[in-house]
């Protein structure tokens, strides 16, 4: 199966959310938040940007001064758990590439960033979810719905509370 920074993201945030992503099911684009998050993603370090495809992934790279970094812009920092992860997994298919990078969380709204890395610890985290992913998209059913504080501005909300 494939598995795609975003799948990583959702599988932190809601393994639900995932497994209406995984089948394809089309979430509101017209969500006030989506668009928002396109906008700022494509204004953000526009200069230096290169779009960079690594199997299904697909990274936002800058290289200063010598280094690769991955940059992962987000609209806030509410769901800042989940984005580290979706970084991690961004540095984690660069490292088994040979690339040694480091990763920026931005917060272009909020005027912050975060520097994020991988440990050991993370890449065990990972393989794990990995598998963890794969159980998930394979389900007949979506797993049960669970009352988070993020549902009411999530994409898919009314696939689980309407």
Same mark, same amino acid.
Request: charged content about 35%; glycine content about 6%; proline content about 3%.
């Given at each position: 199966?494939?598995?795609?920074?975003?799948?990583?993201?959702?599988?932190?945030?809601?393994?639900?959310?995932?497994?209406? /992503?995984?089948?394809?099911?089309? /979430? &509101? /684009?017209?969500? &006030?938040?989506?668009?928002?998050?396109? $906008?700022?993603?494509?204004?953000?370090?526009?200069?230096?940007?290169?779009?960079?495809?690594?199997? &299904?992934?697909?990274?936002?790279?800058?290289?200063?001064?010598?280094?690769?970094?991955?940059?992962?812009?987000?609209?806030?920092?509410?769901?800042?758990?989940?984005?580290?992860?979706?970084?991690?997994?961004? %540095?984690?298919? $660069?490292?088994?590439?040979?690339?040694?990078?480091?990763?920026?969380?931005?917060?272009?709204?909020?005027?912050?960033?975060?520097?994020?890395?991988?440990?050991?610890?993370?890449?065990?985290? %990972?393989?794990?979810?990995?598998?963890?992913?794969?159980?998930?998209?394979? $389900? &007949?059913?979506?797993?049960?719905?669970?009352?988070?504080?993020?549902?009411?501005?999530?994409?898919?909300?009314?696939?689980?509370?309407?």
């Amino acid at each position: 199966m494939r598995i795609t920074g975003v799948m990583v993201q959702y599988y932190f945030t809601c393994k639900r959310e995932l497994w209406f /992503f995984s089948r394809n099911l089309n /979430f &509101d /684009f017209e969500n &006030d938040d989506m668009l928002i998050g396109r $906008l700022i993603h494509g204004e953000s370090y526009e200069r230096d940007w290169k779009e960079v495809f690594l199997g &299904d992934a697909r990274l936002d790279v800058v290289k200063r001064r010598g280094k690769v970094r991955v940059i992962e812009v987000k609209k806030s920092s509410k769901l800042e758990e989940p984005a580290k992860w979706q970084l991690k997994y961004y %540095l984690y298919l $660069l490292r088994n590439a040979g690339v040694k990078a480091e990763g920026i969380l931005s917060y272009p709204e909020e005027g912050k960033s975060e520097r994020v890395e991988l440990s050991e610890g993370d890449v065990e985290t %990972l393989e794990k979810a990995f598998e963890d992913i794969e159980r998930v998209m394979s $389900l &007949d059913k979506p797993p049960k719905a669970e009352k988070k504080p993020y549902c009411r501005r999530c994409a898919y909300r009314d696939f689980c509370w309407v």
